[in-house]
């Protein structure tokens, strides 16, 4: 049998950074995503792809355990995070989220000033350096500094939308995690906004492990450096990972049909 | 012809086979759906009109009969047997007395539940009993809060007639409206903020206190504002529970501020225990009076109730405006 997930053997010798191991999630009795096992590598951009509604959302949220938020909510299998179960009981799940942060479809900024919406989490932790500093390199890391620098105090939701969602990504970086999710970041945007994110994201890579789904394949062939493909099983509509390789290799020499199928746009 | 310059004639035929039509040729259907849209604007404005025919009438008569009686010395002046020299200051004393302390009563109770509700509550069908319940009360007859008022606060509390005994009664009255209007200010946030916000490692708690709170008060102050207004001018419970009729006296005697300064602990301690009586019993006891003078005095106070009733609610019209105002509400 043809081994369709390449990436899951290792990629440049890079360490892995978090692991699923037959992931399963239910939402209430329905199956949302059946046994997925991946690895994620440091400093590496994974990409999630494939049709609506075949759980990409899903399993990223499941990474640093927002899915919990959501009543009913049960899973199988396991996540590591550096080898430790991220399910485990002892495992509080706000400290999970302040080590992996999370980026949103939609730009959220709060509705305060700038600031304030890079200064919350460094704040909530009791950060005790010099928060101005952090608020700057933060802003400075979502290349967003030098067009607010001169307006900190300014409302977040006053900004248009890609500031808005580079915002966002400052207020992120600003409590220091060591992996970004990232659902669908640019989908709320216009191209030249999506753009900036997509450059940013190449220089968060040197620091950061990201962990993107996206809608836009074009956007996965860029940014990524292995790409996940996720279809819809179809007798009990579960997401399943069908292919998981080195990005270019995924979309110029796909292994599996059904990839192949969604990437040339016959499907999905 | 090239397709870019091809003209579209009326009388040409784009799709073949069926017959063409002018734009002026009405779909019957439509020209029902139209009428039928007039007459039920007509009857919406007739109704409209009614309501608004119904009150304009009441207030011209209340106002007719009560303007008279509106001098300073009506507010300034207890009630008296003789009714031109009645007023109504010891009504507005209590009314303000009990307003305040129904606030202090039920305003943390009512956030308190609606914050465990909306965003602590496990859901589980224990909820859902205490969500019906909750609704179940809004709808019960205030005269129901007085009889309980009466056998818990009055007489198994022993704190007698009172201004608390009927503060606590008004509190439970008005509690279910400004837990369901927490409710729904709370529901109001949208998620995505939650999200944002547990998405960075805060714990509910810093999420609620932080984010949550501070954009659904301006909805709670005003749920809050119109479930005390209706306290204001409720009458029933406070009957039942024994509220006086003819009280020349305020509340622990305390008439000014000079008067709080001299025994601040009175304030505290004797006032609550006073007996007293508010706008809508004053109101009450002075048209059940045989002399028409009573009734003009009963006029006069209702026009000061309405225009206290109408302060607040435009109070909370501001306030909603006002913070509304401050940011979009549903980013």
């Known amino acids: 049998m043809t081994d369709a997930f390449p990436a899951n053997r290792g990629h440049d010798s890079t360490p892995i950074k978090m692991e699923s191991r037959d992931l399963s999630l239910y939402y209430g009795k329905n199956l949302a995503i059946r046994t997925i096992s991946m690895k994620i590598y440091e400093q590496t951009i994974t990409a999630l792809i494939g049709p609506s509604g075949c759980g990409k959302s899903t399993l990223l949220r499941s990474f640093n355990r927002m899915n919990e938020l959501i009543p009913g909510v049960r899973i199988e299998g396991k996540i590591l995070f550096h080898g430790e179960d991220l399910n485990a009981k002892d495992v509080d799940p706000v400290a999970v989220r302040r080590r992996i942060g999370m980026v949103f479809q939609k730009p959220n900024p709060f509705p305060k000033s700038i600031y304030d919406n890079v200064a919350f989490g460094p704040r909530i932790y009791g950060y005790k350096g010099d928060l101005d500093t952090l608020v700057e390199q933060s802003l400075r890391a979502a290349a967003l500094w030098d067009e607010v620098k001169d307006k900190l105090g300014t409302n977040g939701l006053e900004l248009s939308g890609g500031q808005q969602q580079r915002l966002c990504i400052a207020r992120t970086i600003a409590v220091e995690p060591e992996v970004i999710l990232m659902d669908e970041p640019t989908s709320a945007l216009d191209p030249i906004a999506a753009g900036k994110i997509e450059d940013l994201l190449q220089e968060l890579k040197e620091q950061y492990t990201i962990l993107i789904v996206t809608h836009n394949m074009q956007q996965a062939a860029r940014v990524s450096d292995l790409t996940a493909y996720m279809m819809i099983e179809e007798e009990d509509r579960s997401g399943v990972l069908v292919e998981y390789n080195r990005t270019n290799e995924l979309f110029t020499n796909p292994i599996m049909e059904s990839t192949q199928d969604y990437i040339t746009g016959r499907f999905g | ?331």
């Open chain 2, 1 to 331: 012809m090239n397709r870019r310059g091809e003209n579209f004639r009326s009388d040409a035929n784009v799709f073949p086979g069926k017959p063409l039509r002018s734009l002026q040729e009405i779909n019957p259907n439509i020209r029902r759906s139209y009428r039928l849209g007039k007459v039920f604007q007509w009857i919406a404005v007739a109704a409209t009109g009614v309501a608004v025919l119904v009150l304009a009438i009441l207030l011209f008569d209340i106002f007719a009969d009560g303007l008279s009686r509106l001098r300073p010395s009506f507010i300034t002046e207890f009630p008296s047997r003789h009714p031109e020299e009645a007023g109504i200051k010891s009504a507005i004393y209590g009314s303000i007395w009990i307003i305040v302390l129904t606030i202090i009563v039920s305003l943390p109770l009512g956030i308190s539940a609606a914050f465990y509700l909306e965003e602590f509550a496990p859901k589980n069908r224990l909820t859902e009993i205490i969500n019906i319940n909750i609704a179940n009360l809004a709808a019960v007859p205030s005269i129901v809060y007085g009889i309980l008022g009466l056998t818990l606060f009055v007489r198994a509390f022993a704190l007698g007639r009172s201004v608390l005994a009927g503060a606590l009664t008004m509190g439970l009255l008005i509690l279910p409206i400004i837990i369901i209007a927490s409710r729904e200010a709370i529901r109001g946030v949208p998620g995505s903020i939650r999200e944002a916000s547990m998405g960075l490692g805060a714990t509910r708690w810093q999420t609620v206190r932080h984010h949550v709170f501070p954009r659904a008060f301006p909805g709670i102050l005003t749920g809050t504002i119109l479930a005390l207004s209706r306290a204001v001018g409720e009458t029933a419970p406070l009957i039942m529970i024994g509220a006086l009729t003819f009280v020349p006296y305020v509340p622990g005697n305390i008439e000014t501020i000079r008067d709080v300064i001299a025994d601040p602990i009175a304030l505290i301690t004797f006032a609550p225990m006073d007996g007293f009586t508010v706008l809508p019993i004053q109101i009450f006891n002075w048209v059940s009076r045989p002399q028409q003078e009573f009734h003009v005095a009963a006029a006069a106070a209702i026009v000061v109730l309405l225009v206290i009733l109408l302060t607040m609610n435009a109070l909370a019209i501001y306030l909603r405006n006002r913070f509304e105002k401050k940011g979009p509400q549903n980013r």
